[in-house]
């Protein structure tokens, strides 16, 4: 069957910097495939290239066969990639409900009026943050603008769901929700990339993962096993401060 998503010797330099090294990886229908790996190792550049906010250097990236790579981004998000980023990115002047409606209107199956507000209730049931779709968005605890902006990107219904770290700053309590969350999109059925460094998530959710260091990916496999690799291992622990110092 054709992975949904491939990255055939996917490359971006930076000036003489190799940020991402001749990257090959697929994602099936309905799998969520953990990209990890140390600080500075290339998986939200690689990100950046799928999603089409940055150009690869080379290489070929294609969504069901057709080649996406060199397309604008928003052309690439109208064909079915849709991501959250790092630091959250909202309409603050706006409500919850607005938008999230921005993700139905110009997302991978364009809504308008009441259908895309439909869309965007539902959308903001499947978060838990339907009670607050009239609340201005600049009213919400943390974790709430990450609903939001989950809620967005799925208001466009896409066809790969690329996540930069959307764990990332929760308190435990919160971190149990957002893996519950992360937890509900993968029994749907939906096609995730998940670039996160909470490993116990990376654990409970992902079925393979790909390893990136320096750029290139150095494992691919299982998610137990990739994680007992003595190599991802050592690619980890050789960024880390050194427990004795
Ligand atoms: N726009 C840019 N211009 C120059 N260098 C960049 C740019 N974006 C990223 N880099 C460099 O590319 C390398 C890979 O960065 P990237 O952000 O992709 O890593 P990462 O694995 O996502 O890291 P983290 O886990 O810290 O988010 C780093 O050395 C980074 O400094």
């Known amino acids: 069957m054709t992975p949904v998503l491939s990255l055939r010797g ?7 910097l190799v940020a991402v090294n ?3 990886f697929d994602v099936a229908e309905h799998e969520v495939l953990g990209l990890i790996g140390p600080n500075g190792s290339g998986k939200s550049t690689t990100l950046n290239l799928i999603s089409g906010a940055l150009p ?3 290489g070929t990236i294609s969504l069901r066969g057709s080649v996406i790579s060199g397309l604008p981004a928003q052309d690439i998000a109208r064909r ?6 790092q630091l959250v990115r909202l309409l603050p002047s706006m ?3 607005e938008n999230v409606m921005a993700g139905a209107v110009f997302g991978h199956r364009r809504r308008w009026g009441h259908d895309a507000e439909a869309q965007a209730m539902r959308v903001l049931d499947l978060v838990g943050l339907s009670r607050r779709a009239q609340a201005p968005v600049g009213s919400l605890t943390y974790i709430d603008t990450k609903r939001v902006e989950l809620a ?7 066809k790969v769901l690329l996540l930069d770290e959307w764990l990332a700053g929760l308190n435990p309590t919160e971190l149990e929700e957002g893996i519950a969350l992360i937890r509900r999109l993968r029994d ?3 096609t995730i990339i998940l670039v996160e460094h909470v490993m116990d998530a990376i654990r409970s959710l992902c079925d393979r993962c790909v390893v990136m260091s320096s750029g290139s990916k150095i494992a691919e496999g299982e998610t137990e096993e990739v994680l007992n ?3 991802v291992i050592e690619a980890y622990l050789g960024v880390e401060e050194p427990a004795h110092a």
Do not use: N, S
Request: glycine letters at 18%.
């Open 188 to 190: 749907e059925g939906r």
């Open 56 to 58: 690869p250097t080379a």
């Open 229 to 231: 690799d003595p190599g």
């Open 10 to 16: 996917a490359t971006k330099r930076f000036g003489g």
């Open 152 to 158: 967005r990107t799925l208001a466009g219904e896409p």
């Open 95 to 97: 409500t919850v409900l």
């Open 80 to 85: 079915g990639v849709a991501r959250t980023f």
């Open 22 to 24: 001749e990257l090959d």
